[in-house]
């Protein structure tokens, strides 16, 4: 049987929302460094950008042939 501690010790911080404007932020500059135009990133939501990033080659390619 366990100690009972097992809860306690396992526990973590949460996520921090200035972490999150982090990585968001620098998700934004990977976009503009695929080539996609900066107005274009400034519409979209996290998510979004999140789902272009999925894919970079794809997003390069799509971008490429727009400009």
């Known amino acids: ?6 809860n306690e ?17 620098n998700q934004r500059k990977r976009l503009l460094a695929l080539g996609v135009p900066e107005n274009v ?10 789902q272009m990033l999925l894919r970079p ?3 390069r390619k799509r971008w490429a042939a727009k400009a």
């Open 41 to 50: 990133v400034r519409k979209l939501n996290a998510k979004e950008v999140r």
């Open 1 to 6: 049987m366990g100690s009972g501690r097992s």
């Open 57 to 59: 080659l794809v997003t």
């Open 9 to 25: 010790e396992l526990t973590h911080a949460g996520k921090k929302s200035r972490e999150k404007k982090r990585r968001i932020k």
